[in-house]
């Protein structure tokens, strides 16, 4: 399966994107999917997932509470509602797929490109 992050821009503290994620080439309903986001100089880290099994979702605890992961299986899909943006989430977003939830890049088997997601006044 192929993944396309697309949805990100440049956007004021306390304002609101969406990210999306488009797969490709496969059966994105066969894997949970994962975004993660990667600034500069800092590792990848997890954000955000949700199993194919709808309603079982995780968060890092910097996002728990502002941000919530979706999928549209018709659309094939999955989406990162991200509000309450602060600068300090100013990073590139990537999405994944894997077999299931992780929070480790390493368990991620099918990677997109990234979407830049800047805060800034």
């Known amino acids: 399966v192929q993944l396309q992050a697309s949805g990100g821009g440049l956007v004021q503290p306390g304002e609101s994107l969406r990210l999306s994620c488009t797969a490709s080439?496969?059966?994105?309903?066969?894997?949970?999917t994962g975004w993660f986001r990667q600034a500069p100089g800092k590792e990848r880290e997890f954000v955000a997932a949700?199993?194919?099994?709808?309603?079982?979702?995780r968060y890092s605890d910097s996002v728990e509470g502002r941000f919530a992961v979706s999928r549209d299986y018709g659309e094939n899909t999955g989406y990162l509602q991200m509000n309450s943006l602060a600068p300090e989430d100013t990073a590139v977003y990537y999405c994944?797929?894997?077999?299931?939830?992780?929070?480790?890049?390493?368990?991620?088997?099918?990677w997109g490109q990234g979407t830049q997601v800047t805060v800034s006044s």
């Open positions: 949700i199993s194919w099994n709808p309603g079982t979702t």
């Open positions: 994944a797929a894997a077999p299931g939830i992780v929070v480790s890049p390493d368990g991620y088997e099918c």
């Open positions: 080439g496969g059966t994105f309903s066969d894997y949970a």
